[in-house]
Nanobody, 122 residues
Framework: QVQLVESGGGSVQAGGSLTLSCAAS????????MGWFRQAPGKEREGIAAIGIDGSTSYADSVNGRFTISRDNAKNILNLQMNGLKPEDTAMYYC????????????????RGQGTQVTVSS
């Protein structure tokens, strides 16, 4: 059974850092494009980071230079290092499979975890 479980969210002050993790089961993260998107209340989903099978990465302009996506194939985990957090980063964060490039919207279907909440205070 394919499952994604996000963790690592929390409440931080502006300028702080968090590292999100997404534990995958039922498939190998190394065999797929993987990515992260976020959704704040009343707003559309925003694809923010993606990593290809070849390790190439892409980022939304809103997070470029502050967030880093990575993959630990041995542990079968997708990570998102978030530095320089801003109040506008406050949202629920989800990992997603088959998301190769942030120039396209994140896939609407497919396995989805419960997400992890990130709250940034000013």
């Amino acid at each position: 059974q394919v499952q994604l479980v996000e963790s690592g969210g929390g409440s931080v002050q502006a300028g702080g850092s968090l590292t999100l993790s997404c534990a995958a089961s039922g498939f190998r993260v190394g065999g797929y494009c993987m990515g992260w998107f976020r959704q704040a209340p009343g707003k559309e989903r925003e694809g923010i980071a993606a990593i290809g099978i070849d390790g190439s990465t892409s980022y939304a302009d809103s997070v470029n230079g502050r967030f880093t996506i990575s993959r630990d194939n041995a542990k079968n985990i997708l990570n998102l290092q978030m530095n320089g957090l801003k109040p506008e980063d406050t949202a629920m964060y989800y990992c997603v499979r088959r998301y190769c490039n942030t120039r396209t919207p994140p896939p609407a279907g497919g396995p989805r975890g419960q997400g992890t909440q990130v709250t940034v205070s000013s």
